[in-house]
């Protein structure tokens, strides 16, 4: 069968899968969105239907809760991650169909628990899903390509942790859209720090808290204004920081999904 070089045909690839399929550890991870079980994808909810044991953190197992009628369900903390999933690695080579979940989408800011996984496993299958940026940008009315994504979660160095939104924000040339870090380094902190970084002070500013779920909240204000902030935040908090040069919805659109 004549092929490109680097492309494996569909049909070569399932060959490939199901002879080695008996001798492979292979685990799932679903991606189950940034909190409304309504945005779980179907693909997702597939995967769970189907499967024989479900690992998460137990927030996000209860945002899938409804579809996990006949799975053992392994509820999972930080502190003891590593034995749930030697557990799992266990069942997957009796044969269990194991998926573990994620919040939010596995492409953001969940490096760590993927590398944790790949260590378990084989093969792992990626079922993306809804990120809570993602709906962060919906609400602002801004597009990822005019925008720049910074976590602070888990850096080493936490001298440097506003080096880079300095930079970008300086710049002018994106929006930044940047994840606190429960609960050093929130945002009322983050905008007193870019502050004194030396960041104008009228600098358009969003905070989102607990986006999609029941109690969401939006603030809007200038990066002064944030600073100023006494009241605590969500570990379910997003930053947006608007740049000068993409036109935006302002003030905040009318509520909506
Ligand atoms: C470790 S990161 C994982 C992000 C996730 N993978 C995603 O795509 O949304 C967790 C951080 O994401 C942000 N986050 C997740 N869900 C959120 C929500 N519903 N509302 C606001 N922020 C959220 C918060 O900054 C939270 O501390």
């Known amino acids: 069968m004549p092929t490109s070089p680097g492309w494996t045909p569909g049909c070569l690839r399932l060959a490939l899968i199901s002879d080695t399929a008996n001798n492979t550890r292979s685990i799932t991870v679903v991606a189950v969105g940034p909190g409304d079980g309504d945005m779980l994808t179907l693909k997702g909810r597939e995967a769970l239907l189907n499967a024989d044991l479900v690992l998460g953190f137990t927030t996000v197992l209860n945002v899938v809760r ?14 003891d991650q590593e034995e749930v999933l030697e ?4 069942q997957v080579r009796q044969g ?26 084989d093969t792992v299958r990626l079922v993306p899903g809804i990120s809570s940026v993602q709906v962060a940008m919906a609400r602002t009315g801004i597009s990822l390509e005019d925008a720049v994504f910074i976590t602070l979660h888990k850096r080493a160095d936490t001298g440097g942790d506003l080096d880079e939104p300095v930079h970008y924000i300086n710049e002018g040339r994106r929006h930044v859209i940047m994840l606190p870090r429960p609960f050093d380094l929130m945002p009322a902190g983050i905008a ?10 009228d600098l358009p500013v969003r905070v989102y808290q607990r986006l999609t779920l029941d109690d969401e909240q939006r603030w809007q204000g200038t990066l002064r204004e944030c600073s100023a902030i006494e009241d605590d935040f969500s570990d379910l908090s997003i930053m947006v920081f608007l740049s000068g040069d993409t036109p935006v919805q302002f003030p905040l659109p009318p509520e909506e999904g």
Do not use: Q
């Open 192 to 201: 007193a720090g870019l502050l004194e970084a030396g960041v104008r002070d």
């Open 66 to 79: 409804p579809w996990l009628d006949k799975a053992e369900v392994c509820p999972m903390t930080y502190r």
């Open 87 to 90: 557990y799992a690695e266990g």
């Open 96 to 121: 269990k169909r194991c998926v573990v979940c994620c919040w939010g989408d596995l492409n953001v800011s969940a490096r760590e628990l993927l590398a944790r996984v790949r260590r378990r496993a």
